[in-house]
């Protein structure tokens, strides 16, 4: 975000506005909030946003093991979703392996 602060502040700004109209508007506690925050980032892969929302979380009242618990639902959804994508992608997987299938990649 250094960046677009710096070269498209009118974006940040509007991102905080944002920001401080989830607060104002709101309609679930602040550890539900955390929670939700914390599994996003765990799947958004923000180091920053882990860690933000892990502590946010704690500071909400929440437990480190309930805090496991999303960590291992996340992990669990996450894994279950690629595996029902890639079955669905790979499902020609006998064309694929006859040379029937262009990945439209260049080669």
């Given at each position: 975000m250094r960046m677009l602060a710096e070269f498209f502040p009118e974006f940040t700004e509007l991102l905080d506005k944002m920001d401080e109209l989830y607060t104002q508007k709101r309609t679930i506690d602040?550890?539900?909030?955390?929670f939700i925050c914390f599994a996003v980032s765990i799947k958004a892969r923000s180091k920053p946003c882990v860690?933000?929302?892990?502590?946010?979380?704690l500071e909400a009242g929440a437990t480190v093991k309930e805090l496991s618990y999303i960590f291992a639902l996340v992990m669990r959804e996450a894994a279950g979703a690629d595996d029902c994508w890639t079955h669905w992608i790979l499902d020609d997987w006998k064309e694929i392996v006859a040379g029937n299938v262009d990945c439209g990649c260049p080669t």
């Open positions: 602040e550890k539900t909030y955390q860690l933000k929302h892990f502590k946010g979380a």
